[in-house]
């Protein structure tokens, strides 16, 4: 009976293509598509914040390719309205949050230059095996009235850096100042 059984040898074709080839042409296309909705609604968002504050953000370079935010100039402490700049009982007090966890408290300094706050953060790594380096960089505008000797800084147990600068509707700014992180 195992004789009558039909057996069928089916051909191999050789060719130039790959199954993983053509599936990953398929992911690709697919991944090329989500990313350019997610490009233009990113777009979008960016036209409608801009928008809505043409004058809040402002983007400039620096040498080290830090993230510069700059507030307006214009306006003094007390008229300045962002969503940076809180009200604190006695008056405003710009606050910032920067995630800094993957750094240990010595890494992390935080100063005033001028009329700018700047955050910097490094972290070197070296073994026989590996070589680690990571480096953080933020650069912020300070609105006029923002006096380096007032603002404080403190660094939570989850790496979270919060910076509170109050703002005096007169100060003048200027010169380099050092900003001490209060450790919770």
């Not at 130039?16 to 690709?28: H, L």
């Not at 953080?136 to 989850?158: A, Q, T, V």
Request: a negative charge; aromatic letters at 6%.
């Amino acid at each position: 009976m195992a004789d009558n059984v039909n057996k069928r040898n089916i051909p191999i074709k050789l060719g130039d293509f790959s199954v993983i080839d053509t599936e990953f042409s398929s992911i690709r296309e697919r991944f090329d598509s989500e990313m350019k909705k997610m490009e233009e609604e990113m777009a979008r968002f960016r036209s409608d914040l801009m928008n809505r504050e043409p004058n809040f953000f402002e983007t400039s370079t620096t040498s080290n390719a830090a993230t510069s935010m700059k507030l307006p100039q214009s306006q003094s402490g007390s008229d300045i309205c962002s969503p940076l700049i809180q009200d604190d009982g006695d008056g405003k007090v710009l606050k910032l949050r920067f995630d800094v966890s993957q750094y240990a408290p010595e890494e992390i300094v935080v100063k005033t230059v001028d009329n700018k706050l700047l955050v910097h953060a490094e972290h070197v790594e070296k073994s026989d095996t590996k070589s680690v380096y990571r480096e953080y960089n933020r650069e912020f505008m300070l609105p006029k009235g923002c006096l380096p000797e007032n603002i404080k800084s403190s660094l939570s147990k989850d790496g979270v850096l919060t910076v509170d600068a109050p703002i005096q509707p007169e100060a003048l700014l200027g010169g380099e100042t050092m900003v001490p992180i209060a450790h919770n």
